[in-house]
């Protein structure tokens, strides 16, 4: 029997191809306690224009419980059921959501056998390095050959074109330094966005700047997530400003 959740969508990492599944994208958003729910396999590419969300967006879901996959935010979507119902705007929504689930730190999500994770990070610095032709054609490959395996109930999908720098962010938390590769598919959207009208090396430094310093003023959030075949290895899945929540006097009224 299936289950239900709604979340606030978070996280959607760039597509990667898969043997079982075809192109998939690894989603995550948290439940209004403040809890995890990790949606997958999410094809995101094929779903249909009302069913395509985004970061903010608030989806109803119907689950079941994955045989593969034993973490505990872990869901088996049936693709077929996400509805978007509504979408968080106002800024204190947004920050009252993310304090449920802000961590101190990394170390402190492992401790708690969490495999999602929410900090807010200090001293950010955003590196890229260029893939060699050789490992973009690779890429290129793989998702070429995904997009030909259809079913014959499915339309046609163009290949997914990876981006052609590797983004690394740097950042220290309460347990101290990291440096995590960036697996959040706004950042490569952004870059082929920007691509269109600047050169390439103005769009790295304008990536540079609204990531450490533009976010960073605001009140950047970072979401972390382990993988399922090695647990002990964390991804950065999103990179998003939210405000600190105002803290008020109590004795004003």
Known sequence: MASQSRVTILVKASPQPSKRHSETVCCAGLQEDGTWKRLFPIRFRRLSGEKAFSRWDIVNFEYSTPRDDKRQESCRVHEESIQIVGKT???EEK?????????GSEKEAIDRNLSLALIRPADVTLTWEKLTEKELNSDRQKFAEQAKQLSFLEDEIAAYEPCPYRFKMRYRDESGEHTKTCADWETSAAFFNLRRSMPESDVLRHLEKTYCEHYARKGL???LGNMKRRPQTWQLLGIFPVERPVQRDLFSF
């Open 89 to 91: 705007k106002r800024a």
């Open 221 to 223: 959030v970072l979401a």
């Open 95 to 103: 920050s009252s959501l993310i304090e449920r689930a802000v961590l």
